[in-house]
């Protein structure tokens, strides 16, 4: 059985090689770049980001088992909820960059926060100041 540390080692890996995905559609989709273009590299974006959207969810729901926030008397949180409908999110933003070009730059504003938002959502909104 992996422990928790492993089990956030591959959610957090898996958080940011989707982040990488992105990332890389959305510069070149900034630079003028298309689709047709991108090609085969896109597939390869495309594969690596369905590989780690696996491993995040996979990841994140083995690290919440484990810690306790699942089932018994914890039940299903809304935090986790709220987690897996930003999951969902993530997996639909690389449609954005193509689609939608003259915006890609902002998603390297965008997708930070959304990363900072669902930390801070991990364990149910704890204090940020002390
Ligand atoms: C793609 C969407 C997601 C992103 C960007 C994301 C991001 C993060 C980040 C940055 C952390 C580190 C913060 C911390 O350890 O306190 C974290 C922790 C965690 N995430 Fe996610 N996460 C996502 C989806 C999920 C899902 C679907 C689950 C399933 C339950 C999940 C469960 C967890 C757990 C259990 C932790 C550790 C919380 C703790 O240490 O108390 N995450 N997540």
Redesign the pocket.
């Known amino acids: 059985m992996p422990s928790y540390k492993l089990y956030?080692m591959i959610?957090?890996a898996g958080?940011v090689a989707?982040c990488m995905s992105v990332a890389g559609m959305s510069f070149h989709a900034w630079l003028g770049g298309t689709k047709e273009a991108a090609g085969a590299a896109r597939k390869q974006l495309m594969a690596l980001h369905g590989v780690a959207m696996f491993l995040?969810?996979l990841g994140?729901?083995g690290?919440?088992a484990t810690?306790g926030?699942l089932g018994g008397e914890a039940g299903f949180p809304h935090w986790?909820m709220l987690?897996?409908v930003?999951?969902l999110i993530?997996g639909a933003l690389p449609v954005l960059p193509y689609r939608k070009p003259e915006h890609s730059k902002w998603l390297f504003v965008a997708v930070p926060l959304?990363?900072a938002f669902?930390?801070w959502t991990?364990?149910g909104f704890l204090p940020l100041t002390r």
């Open positions: 956030k959610h957090l958080v989707v995040s969810l994140g729901m690290a919440a810690a926030f986790v987690k897996l930003l999951w993530f959304l990363v669902a930390a991990a364990g």
